[in-house]
C-alpha cells in the first residue's frame, strides 16, 4: 500500500483573543447565526474583540500516515483540532510548524466559502470545480448530470451559489466533491446541516466511494455512520493524537473512558453544600440501560442517573422531594426532574441506599452539562443540596431514530415534531 498522505510534526498556531471562539466561523455558525451578523464581524473585528491576544495552539506534534484506500474517521470533542486538520490538509490554512506531503487529488468539503466561488452559478462552479480537480471538460460532462440530480438543484443550476441557501449550498459542495472523482475525499462535518434523506444519501456515497479504493477522511460526531464508513480511527484531543488504530476500538475509547469530565472531588467530603445533612448525598453515576456505568451520554438513549445517599439519623424519612436539575455550559437551566412535578416523592430507608431517576429517550443535545440534586423534607427542611455533582459529555446518538448524520448542538432539548402542508 502506498502512502498517500504523510504529516510530519504538523502544528498550527492561532493568535486569539479571549473571545476565541466568536472569532471562528464554520458553516454551521454561519447557519445559526445568519450572514449578516457574521460577516460584520469578520469585516470589523476590531469593535467586538478586546485587544489581549495570546498564542493558542490548534494542533501540536501531530504525525501520521494515510496509505492508499484507508477510510479514515478523524473523532474528538469539539475544539480537539479535527477541522484544522482538514484545514491543514486541503490547503486552506498554512501549518506553524511540520511537514504535510500529499500524493493525490483532494476534494474536500469543509466550509462555506470554501471551493466555490459564490458570483458564479452552480453550473459553473461544477465545472471550475472539476478544472481544479484537473479534469477535463468532457469528463466533467460525463458527471455533470449525475451531480446536479445527487445535489437536488437542477431549477436552481444558472443562479449565482451565493443565493443558494446553505442546505443547497452543502449539497452542491458534497455532490461536486463526491462525483469528481478525487483520488483523497475529506469531509467534515458539514453534511449535518443537509436533511436526514440527504445525509443517508451521502453517506451511502462516501460507502461507494470508500469501495472503489479511493482515501475518504471523514470527521463526524456520529459515531455509528464513522464505524460503518471508516476502517482506522484517529482520535484527537487537545490537538493533539490520542489513538490511531482501527476504528472500533477509537470509538470505544472515545465514548467509554476517554475524556471523563467528572468531578473528582468525593461528594461526601464536599463543603459547599446547603441543608441539614440528615440525609447527605455521596455519590452520583449514570449507567446505561443495562446498568453499566457510562461517562458519555447520547441522546435518544435511556439513563439511570443514580444517586447515593446516606442516612445519618437513622431513622426512616418519608416524602422526601427529589430534584435532579440539569444545566449547560452557561449555567442555564435545562431540564428540571423532581419528584414533585410527578407526585412521586420518595420514602427512604433508615439505611443508606440509592434513588434511581430513570430518563428514557435522552432528550440533550450535544455538549457539555452538569447536574445539581436537592433532597427535602416534606418540602420543608432542606436535607441537602449540592451543586455541580457532575459534567458530563452528551455526544452523538441517534435521537430521531432516522440515522441521522446530523447532530444538533446549537440547541440545547430536542424533541419530535410532526410536519404538514395544508
Ligand atoms: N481561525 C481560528 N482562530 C483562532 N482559533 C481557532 C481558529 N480555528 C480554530 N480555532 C481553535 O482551534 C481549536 C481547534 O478547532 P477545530 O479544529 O475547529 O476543532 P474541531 O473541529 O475538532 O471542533 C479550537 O479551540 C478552536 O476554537
Ligand atoms: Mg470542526
Known amino acids: ?70 477510510r479514515v474517521g478523524i473523532i474528538g470533542r469539539n475544539g480537539a483540532g479535527k477541522t484544522t486538520v482538514l484545514k491543514l490538509l486541503s490547503r486552506i490554512t498554512e501549518p506553524t510548524e511540520g511537514k504535510i506531503s500529499i500524493k493525490g487529488r483532494i476534494a474536500s468539503l469543509l466550509e462555506v466559502g470554501t471551493g466555490f466561488h459564490p458570483e458564479l452559478t452552480g453550473r459553473e462552479n461544477i465545472y471550475l470545480n472539476g478544472a481544479i480537480l484537473g479534469m477535463g471538460k468532457s ?48 469531509v467534515d462535518e458539514v453534511l449535518a446541516v443537509g436533511d436526514a434523506q440527504f445525509q443517508k444519501k451521502s453517506l451511502n456515497k462516501m460507502e461507494d466511494v470508500s469501495r472503489e479504493g479511493r482515501t475518504v477522511l471523514f470527521v463526524s460526531h456520529n459515531m455509528p455512520a464513522i464505524e460503518t464508513l471508516c476502517n482506522r480511527g484517529i482520535l484527537l484531543d487537545n490537538g493533539k493524537i490520542l489513538m490511531d488504530c482501527d476504528v472500533n476500538s477509537a470509538v470505544r475509547y472515545y465514548l467509554e473512558s476517554a475524556m471523563t469530565e467528572y468531578n473528582t472531588t468525593d461528594l461526601e467530603k464536599r463543603v459547599d453544600r446547603h441543608g441539614s445533612g440528615k440525609i447527605k448525598v455521596v455519590g452520583f453515576r449514570v449507567l446505561d440501560s443495562a446498568f453499566d456505568e457510562v461517562k458519555f451520554l447520547q441522546s435518544g438513549k ?95 446518538g441517534d435521537f430521531f431514530g432516522t440515522g441521522s448524520l446530523g447532530l444538533p448542538s446549537h440547541c440545547k432539548i430536542l424533541h419530535e415534531a410532526e410536519w404538514h402542508v395544508e
Open 1 to 70: 500500500m502506498s502512502v498517500v498522505i504523510k504529516v510530519e510534526n504538523l502544528g498550527k498556531k492561532y493568535l486569539i483573543s479571549h473571545q476565541r471562539p466568536e472569532r471562528y466561523v464554520a458553516l454551521r455558525d454561519v447557519i445559526t447565526d445568519g450572514t449578516k451578523k457574521i460577516t460584520k464581524k469578520i469585516l470589523n473585528p476590531q469593535s467586538v474583540l478586546p485587544q489581549t491576544r495570546e498564542e493558542f495552539w490548534a494542533l501540536r506534534n501531530v504525525d501520521f500516515e494515510i496509505n492508499e484506500g484507508d
Open 139 to 186: 469528463e466533467i460532462k460525463r458527471k455533470f448530470d449525475e451531480i446536479v440530480d445527487f445535489a437536488d438543484i437542477e431549477k436552481f443550476l444558472d443562479t449565482p451559489v451565493k443565493r443558494y441557501s446553505s442546505g443547497m449550498y452543502v449539497r452542491l459542495a458534497f455532490a461536486v466533491a463526491s462525483h469528481l472523482e478525487p483520488e483523497i475525499l475529506i
Open 302 to 396: 435511556d439513563y439511570f442517573f443514580e444517586i447515593s445517599y446516606k442516612n445519618n439519623e437513622k431513622k426512616p424519612c418519608t416524602n422526601v422531594e427529589v430534584s435532579f436539575d440539569v444545566y449547560d455550559e452557561r449555567n442555564s437551566r435545562v431540564l428540571l426532574f423532581r419528584t414533585n412535578f410527578t407526585n412521586s416523592n420518595l420514602n427512604l430507608s433508615l439505611s443508606d441506599g440509592k434513588i434511581y431517576c430513570k430518563v428514557a429517550n435522552l432528550p440533550l443535545a450535544n455538549g457539555m452539562y452538569h447536574f445539581s440534586v436537592f433532597l427535602a423534607f416534606e418540602n420543608i427542611e432542606v436535607l441537602d443540596y449540592i451543586n455541580e455533582i457532575a459534567y458530563i459529555t452528551v455526544d452523538g
